[in-house]
T-cell receptor, first 117, second 112 residues
Framework: NAGVTQTPKFQVLKTGQSMTLQCAQDMNHNSMYWYRQDPGMGLRLIYYSASEGTTDKGEVPNGYNVSRLNKREFSLRLESAAPSQTSVYFC????????????????FGPGTRLTVL | TQLLEQSPQFLSIQEGENLTVYCNSSSVFSSLQWYRQEPGEGPVLLVTVVTGGEVKKLKRLTFQFGDARKDSSLHITAAQPGDTGLYLC????????????FGGGTRVLVKP
């Protein structure tokens, strides 16, 4: 069991370039999440998918799009990267469908460190 | 101002000392979680507390949920270098669709 995997681990982009961050989980979890982590600000939710086929905006969705490709995979796309998107991005998953289904524990991937110049 | 305020932001202590990290809010949470994150890795859940006044122990770590479910604390007894990391609290509120809101984190350094 690899848990939650993310690729790439590091990426440097120029302003205006696009890229897709990949996330996959092998735990048969229903819900998947994308967060960004900035110093002193904890993790902020960008988008989430409560189940295969559904996606919803989180706290900071502007400049991002997501795709729940299948139950295992949930990708995050930056269409036109900006320096304000420099951050560490974490994908997470949890067994239940949606936020109200217990348990509420989320399992996190190792993160992608993105720098936008 | 963040919904969940953690204090202190940084804590450096010697091995064997005790420490307490606080997580405070003016909002009521249905549950609160504590995660630990090591450099280059994602957060890992330590504990979930759901009842006001609840106390949970995990070896040398003691977690408490406030009676009013607005605050929580993490106490580490006889800290060890292996306790070094970023400690994050995260709360879920029914009014916010039970999404997790994270505090800013407390970076703990335990020196040998």
């Amino acid at each position: 069991n690899a848990g939650v995997t993310q690729t790439p681990k590091f990426q440097v982009l120029k302003t205006g370039q696009s890229m897709t961050l990949q996330c996959a989980q092998d735990m048969n979890h229903n819900s998947m999440y994308w967060y960004r982590q900035d110093p002193g600000m904890g993790l902020r939710l960008i988008y989430y998918s409560a189940s295969e086929g559904t996606t919803d905006k989180g706290e900071v969705p502007n400049g991002y799009n997501v795709s729940r490709l299948n139950k295992r995979e949930f990708s995050l796309r930056l269409e036109s990267a900006a320096p304000s998107q420099t951050s560490v991005y974490f994908c997470a998953s949890k067994p239940g469908q949606g936020f109200f289904s217990p348990p509420n524990e989320q399992f996190f991937g190792p993160g992608t460190r993105l720098t936008v110049l | 101002t963040q919904l969940l305020e953690q204090s202190p932001q940084f804590l450096s202590i010697q091995e064997g000392e005790n420490l307490t990290v606080y997580c405070n809010s003016s909002s009521v949470f249905s549950s609160l979680q504590w995660y630990r994150q090591e450099p280059g890795e994602g957060p890992v859940l330590l504990v979930t507390v759901v009842t006001g006044g609840e106390v949970k122990k995990l070896k040398r770590l003691t977690f408490q949920f406030g009676d009013a479910r607005k605050d929580s604390s993490l106490h580490i007894t006889a800290a060890q270098p292996g306790d070094t990391g970023l400690y994050l609290c995260a709360g879920a509120r029914w009014a916010a669709g039970n999404k997790l809101t994270f505090g800013g984190g407390t970076r703990v350094l335990v020196k040998p």
